[in-house]
């Protein structure tokens, strides 16, 4: 998987609602519903059910810590 390909399936997501599933530090798991709202060049949004809104990088996708599990 390189960067283009991270960008372009995140892109397919915008407005979508999903589950996710981050892999944090020392093996810490979060799992939340919400949508990817905004894709810049170097960083995704995602806003959570709860009105929170998450950042992540095209990295974290590539290298699974953050996952679209539905």
């Given at each position: 998987m390189n960067l283009d390909y991270a960008k372009n399936k995140v892109m397919e997501q915008i407005g979508v609602n999903h589950k996710f599933m981050y892999k944090g530090c020392?093996?810490?798991?979060?799992?939340f519903e919400g949508k990817v709202i905004k894709c810049f060049p170097s960083i995704f949004l995602i806003q959570t059910d709860n009105n929170i809104i998450k950042s992540f990088t095209y990295s974290d996708f590539i290298i699974k810590n953050i996952r679209i599990l539905s």
């Amino acid at each position: 998987m390189n960067l283009d390909y991270a960008k372009n399936k995140v892109m397919e997501q915008i407005g979508v609602n999903h589950k996710f599933m981050y892999k944090g530090c020392r093996n810490q798991t979060d799992e939340f519903e919400g949508k990817v709202i905004k894709c810049f060049p170097s960083i995704f949004l995602i806003q959570t059910d709860n009105n929170i809104i998450k950042s992540f990088t095209y990295s974290d996708f590539i290298i699974k810590n953050i996952r679209i599990l539905s």
